[in-house]
């Protein structure tokens, strides 16, 4: 039996790359995070930093080829993911693991209807037939906030709104009850006020089920209001690791103080914002040494030739920098 104080997902040291002819793609160079039962887990970071593939191997939806895991462990509740036949795991995934998708359009069917779709998971795993599995389609879609959901089942996913068609995603993830909800970027292409409606519902939703989530996302706002921890990402790394408080009172790495202070905000009197100068890196050729240092104003010659250590600077928070302790201290 698992401990139950122990992490429902542990992700060691992961790495995923993606082949092409001869070209690969490292797009996970060492993901590491763990997320407890009833606790929000962030995985931040900059698009093309790794987050949405460290999602997507959790849920082994990787296409092989071009994608393969080449490092690293996934454990979901004392089971070892990666050493778990598919066959096995598709049984696991909805009934244990939902995951919500950033693109609710292309990740709805088109020609069926949303009922049809919500019920899916009922009929999958032979827990209920057509009718009672609609009823239930019915009154998860009536409690993710659809008005009418009677009638509303049987609409199809372009009659929807994207906040609409979102909540039906959520619908669709949480109808087995599992015990770890995957949102990745929930709140992608929404205007804000129907952005902070889909937080609300997913925060109500994990309270109620007392679920664990991993939200990954772009939006420090997000990560401040609802998560319990946060790991950062960048070229395909969790640069920065620890509760939510610590690392955004107090971050040691480079790339998170440079997120924070790139932040507009409204109690300063702001003549410009404060971007991170250049680009993220080219996942198929990253630069030698911390991945970072092309843009960061605390580079080294240490830093461009080598890998930079791990270095816990306090208590269950760590950082990957030659400068992490310089960080942290403010120095």
């Not at 068609?165 to 949102?183: C, E, F, G, N, Y």
């Not at 992608?188 to 007392?210: F, G, K, S």
């Given at each position: 039996?698992?401990?139950?104080?122990?992490?429902?997902?542990?992700?060691?040291?992961?790495?995923?790359?993606f082949?092409?002819?001869?070209?690969?793609v490292r797009?996970?160079?060492?993901?590491?995070?763990?997320?407890?039962?009833?606790?929000?887990a962030?995985?931040?970071?900059?698009?093309?930093?790794?987050?949405?593939v460290?999602?997507?191997a959790?849920?082994r939806?990787?296409?092989?080829p071009?994608?393969h895991?080449?490092?690293?462990?996934i454990?979901f509740?004392?089971?070892?993911?990666?050493?778990?036949?598919m066959?096995?795991?598709?049984q696991r995934?909805?009934?244990?693991?939902?995951?919500?998708f950033q693109d609710?359009?292309?990740?709805l069917?088109?020609v069926f209807s949303?009922?049809?779709q919500?019920?899916e998971?009922f009929?999958a795993?032979?827990?209920?037939?057509?009718?009672?599995a609609?009823?239930?389609?019915?009154?998860?879609?009536g409690?993710?906030?659809?008005?009418e959901?009677?009638?509303?089942?049987?609409d199809?996913?372009?009659?929807?709104s994207?906040?609409?068609?979102?909540?039906v995603?959520?619908?669709?993830?949480i109808?087995?009850?599992?015990?770890?909800?995957?949102?990745?970027?929930?709140?992608?292409?929404?205007?804000?006020?129907?952005?902070?409606?889909?937080?609300?519902?997913?925060l109500d939703?994990?309270?109620e089920?007392?679920?664990?989530?991993?939200?990954?996302?772009h939006?420090?706002?997000v990560?401040?209001?609802?998560?319990?921890?946060?790991?950062?990402?960048?070229g395909?790394?969790?640069v920065?690791s620890?509760?939510?408080?610590?690392?955004?009172?107090r971050?040691?790495?480079?790339y998170?103080?440079?997120?924070l202070?790139?932040?507009p905000?409204?109690?300063?009197?702001?003549?410009q914002?404060?971007?991170?100068?250049g680009?993220?890196?080219?996942?198929?050729?990253?630069?030698?040494?911390?991945?970072?240092?092309?843009?960061?104003?605390?580079?080294?010659?240490q830093?461009?030739?080598?890998?930079?250590p791990?270095?816990?600077?306090?208590?269950?928070?760590?950082?990957?920098?030659?400068?992490a302790?310089?960080?942290?201290?403010?120095?």
């Amino acid at each position: 039996m698992p401990d139950a104080g122990a992490p429902l997902l542990e992700v060691n040291d992961l790495r995923v790359e993606f082949r092409s002819g001869r070209e690969i793609v490292r797009a996970v160079n060492g993901a590491t995070f763990s997320v407890r039962r009833g606790e929000t887990a962030a995985v931040l970071g900059e698009s093309g930093s790794g987050k949405s593939v460290t999602a997507a191997a959790i849920m082994r939806l990787l296409a092989s080829p071009p994608a393969h895991i080449t490092g690293g462990s996934i454990r979901f509740n004392g089971i070892d993911v990666l050493g778990t036949p598919m066959s096995e795991w598709r049984q696991r995934c909805g009934r244990e693991l939902g995951m919500v998708f950033q693109d609710a359009l292309a990740s709805l069917n088109p020609v069926f209807s949303v009922g049809w779709q919500v019920a899916e998971p009922f009929r999958a795993h032979g827990i209920l037939d057509t009718r009672a599995a609609l009823e239930r389609a019915e009154a998860l879609l009536g409690r993710v906030g659809i008005p009418e959901p009677h009638a509303r089942a049987r609409d199809y996913p372009h009659q929807f709104s994207g906040g609409m068609r979102q909540r039906v995603m959520i619908a669709m993830a949480i109808a087995l009850d599992p015990s770890l909800l995957i949102a990745d970027e929930p709140t992608t292409a929404l205007d804000v006020t129907v952005q902070a409606q889909i937080m609300d519902l997913l925060l109500d939703l994990q309270r109620e089920r007392h679920m664990a989530m991993v939200l990954i996302t772009h939006d420090l706002g997000v990560v401040a209001e609802v998560a319990d921890h946060v790991a950062v990402m960048y070229g395909g790394r969790v640069v920065e690791s620890g509760r939510v408080r610590d690392v955004l009172s107090r971050p040691a790495h480079p790339y998170t103080l440079a997120l924070l202070e790139s932040v507009p905000r409204a109690d300063l009197d702001q003549q410009q914002l404060n971007p991170i100068v250049g680009s993220p890196p080219d996942m198929a050729t990253l630069p030698v040494g911390c991945s970072f240092h092309p843009r960061c104003r605390r580079a080294s010659e240490q830093c461009r030739a080598s890998s930079p250590p791990g270095v816990e600077v306090a208590p269950g928070h760590h950082a990957e920098c030659f400068h992490a302790q310089a960080v942290f201290d403010g120095r």
